[in-house]
Nanobody
Framework: QVQLVESGGGSVQAGGSLRLSCAAS????????MGWFRQAPGKEREGVAA???????SYADSVKGRFTISKDNAKKTLYLQMNSLKPEDTAMYYC????????????????????WGQGTQVTVSS
């Protein structure tokens, strides 16, 4: 199993930046995919960004051009660089991992991910 712990959340003014981290431990194997999801109160959890084992990335239209996902395989850590933050980015952000994964069929969907972190809160004020 894979354990995931997010960090880096906080409060920031609109237009500011945050960098989220997700540290993975356990049996990740050599081929795994990871993603970032977010959930605001009363709303469905939505995919934000994802990266597969080969480094191919996917982004939700709402964050494309502002967010960048990256993965450090040596450190087993996933990152989400968030720039030009907007109030609508306010949510609990979760990282997720899919072991035995080369490419994702639906990178921003929840079905393919095996492990989930507990989340880190991001609040963007206007």
């Amino acid at each position: 199993q894979v354990q995931l712990v997010e960090s880096g959340g906080g409060s920031v003014q609109a237009g500011g930046s945050l960098r989220l981290s997700c540290a993975a431990s356990g049996n990740t194997g050599s081929d795994y995919c990871m993603g970032w999801f977010r959930q605001a109160p009363g709303k469905e959890r939505e995919g934000v960004a994802a990266v597969d084992s080969l480094g191919s990335t996917s982004y939700a239209d709402s964050v494309k051009g502002r967010f960048t996902i990256s993965k450090d395989n040596a450190k087993k850590t996933l990152y989400l660089q968030m720039n030009s933050l907007k109030p609508e980015d306010t949510a609990m952000y979760y990282c997720a991992a899919a072991v035995l994964c080369w490419r994702l069929r639906a990178p921003l969907g929840r079905a393919e991910y095996h492990s989930w972190g507990q989340g880190t809160q991001v609040t963007v004020s206007s």
